[in-house]
């Protein structure tokens, strides 16, 4: 199977070298798109030999993502898998997507230790989870996790215009307007900041924008 991995990074010069050697015991196709970086993220992932891609300026996960995406699909990728390079999701789980993926579009991961999550955080997913069933009938666990894979043809399908962290949102978004195939499976996640995830002004800002979605604009 011709796997891409695609890592968005911003800043991640502390962690990026790891997560690369992690993944590529699973695909040599690892697509790191450095989002601007003003550390040494660029010049430790070009030392791993990927396939590095760089933003001059900060453009927003999102981009970062399309810029991977795209690049992908031109290289004939057939699946594709999302990975976040600050180390909170484990390469080794790679086999349980491509496994999931057989018989569906997309597949999700979700955080199985969720009750570890700091509060603030699992209430800003729980009030997304609960938009998503209630807009677009998709019952999810885990909507904000960025872990997830999917078939490359159904790309044009998914594509996003956004620029940011509600990336994974609209993602979600175009999948219940195409009525696409998804399956979740568990995953472990390791925080290495409390304050990272979506917050509960982040979650508000996310549910409008689907909302907007699904009205079309």
Not at 74 to 99: M, N, R, T, V, Y
């Amino acid at each position: 199977m011709n796997l891409f991995a695609i890592i968005p990074a911003h800043n991640e010069g502390k962690n990026i070298g790891k997560v690369i050697d992690n993944v590529k015991a699973h695909t040599k196709n690892i697509i790191v798109v450095d989002d601007g970086s003003t550390d040494n993220t660029y010049n430790t992932a070009k030392e791993k030999g990927v396939i590095l891609l760089n933003h001059i300026v900060n453009m927003g996960k999102g981009s970062a993502m399309k810029t991977g995406c795209e690049y992908a699909i031109k290289h004939d990728a057939k699946q594709i898998i999302f990975i976040d390079a600050d180390g909170q999701h484990d390469p080794s789980e790679i086999p349980s997507f491509l496994e999931a993926l057989k018989d569906v579009d997309i597949v999700f991961g979700y955080r199985r230790d969720y009750e570890n999550i700091p509060f603030i955080l699992r209430f800003g997913n729980w009030f997304i989870n609960k938009s998503v069933k209630f807009l677009y009938n998709l019952d999810l666990k885990d909507t904000q996790n960025g872990y997830r894979a999917f078939n490359a043809g159904i790309y044009e399908k998914i594509k996003w215009r956004a620029l940011d962290y509600s990336v994974e949102s609209e993602i979600i978004a175009n999948i219940g307007k195409n009525h696409l195939k998804y399956r979740e499976i568990p995953i472990k996640t390791i925080y290495s900041s409390k304050y990272k995830g979506t917050t509960v002004i982040d979650g508000i800002k996310i549910v409008i924008n689907m909302i907007l979605w699904k009205i079309g604009m």
